[in-house]
């Protein structure tokens, strides 16, 4: 009997709660927190090589025997710029002949100059002719033109004389030597090249994408030297207004100006390039990923369930994943 009357008040219960006579507690179930998919990159590293900020190649400007080389290859020009010497014997000849010409035109000059003067006193004297004053002025326009001409001679030949001594910038580096002491030089051979090794540049070819990239990291640019273990700084330097057809990429150089390591060119640099994913993969942070046996699968608000592929993980902890259904900017719930 008791049995039965706890039964019957249980089938009470049932039926007045479900007449809506008894109130029931419900559970508020929490808000499910989300996240949204967010586009993965991949880091595309590009190789180059160090070359001198500027090179240059000396020529002779003068044909004669060397005598004498201040640098050889490797080598630093000194303050002065002096990297060889020519054999001046034939001009500084050429010198001492027209030094001795210009001084006995001055003496002419000097001398009609005198005799025109005093003519001019004798014509007014009226005790000498207007035609011999004329001849006396003359020989005196002569005699300076004579000088004027034997001075440019001797200019000339003066610059001759410097340009024996083969110059180049003080503290650029010799890269090549081609003549050796005692080697007859012409007019017009190269003698050297040279380049500036206190700034390197590194060209680089680059796509649209790349140098877009790049151009929002100004002033954030590091090149690694992988061969040396070290990072520096670098700036863009020169962008080429026209493009490669056959590659389709852009030429463009990085400067380095300063840095701990010897400057030179040849230096293996690479840089890091981070952009955005073509595969479409996204980001997902491990908690949000449910596996169901051999299958991964993220849930939607809704609940709906999706399968996606994990490719790995990146530095902060989370995933990459790749899925047709999965786009970024989509919600997911971050713990389903």
């Known amino acids: 009997m008791k049995m039965k009357r706890s039964y019957n008040l249980i089938y009470l219960f049932l039926f007045l709660m479900l007449a809506g006579f008894v109130a029931v507690p419900q559970v508020q179930a929490s808000a499910a927190k989300t996240f949204k998919a967010e586009a993965a ?3 595309i590293t590009l190789t180059g090589f160090t070359r001198p900020r500027v090179s240059m190649t000396l020529v002779s400007e003068e044909s004669a025997v060397c005598t004498k080389v201040y640098a050889d290859i490797g080598d630093t020009i000194s303050a002065n710029g002096r990297f060889a010497d020519l054999d001046p014997t034939f001009v500084k000849l050429e010198i001492a002949q027209l030094a001795a010409d210009k001084e006995r035109l001055q003496s002419d000059v000097t001398y009609y100059s005198k005799e025109a003067d005093r003519y001019r006193k004798l014509v007014k004297k009226s005790t000498a002719s207007q035609s011999e004053l004329d001849l006396h002025i003359r020989n005196l326009k002569n005699a300076e033109s004579r000088l004027r001409f034997t001075q440019l ?5 003066r610059e001759h004389l410097r340009r024996y001594t083969l110059r180049a910038p003080g503290g650029w580096r010799v890269i090549k030597r081609y003549i050796e002491p005692g080697e007859w030089v012409t007019k017009g051979e190269k003698v050297a090249e040279l380049g500036n090794f206190k700034t390197l540049l590194v060209p680089y070819a680059l796509t649209v994408k790349e140098l877009e990239k790049i151009r929002a990291m100004a002033g954030k640019l590091t090149l690694r030297l992988p061969d040396l273990n070290i990072e520096v700084f670098a700036e863009l330097e020169r962008i080429s207004p026209d493009f490669d057809p056959e590659t389709r990429k852009v030429e463009v150089d990085f ?3 300063k840095g701990d390591f010897k400057f030179r060119g040849g230096l293996r640099t690479e840089l890091d390039v981070d952009l955005p994913d073509p595969g479409g993969t996204v980001l997902v942070p491990q908690s949000a990923v449910v596996k ?7 849930v939607r608000p809704d609940g709906v369930r999706v399968k996606v592929l994990v490719l790995g993980s990146v530095k902060d902890g989370r995933l990459r994943v790749s899925s ?5 900017g989509e919600e997911f719930l971050l713990r389903p």
Request: glycine share 0%.
């Open 324 to 328: 047709r259904a999965v786009k970024s």
């Open 153 to 157: 001679e001797l200019n000339i030949e």
């Open 255 to 257: 400067e380095i100006e």
């Open 292 to 298: 169901a046996y051999d299958d991964n699968f993220i």
């Open 41 to 43: 990159s991949r880091v």
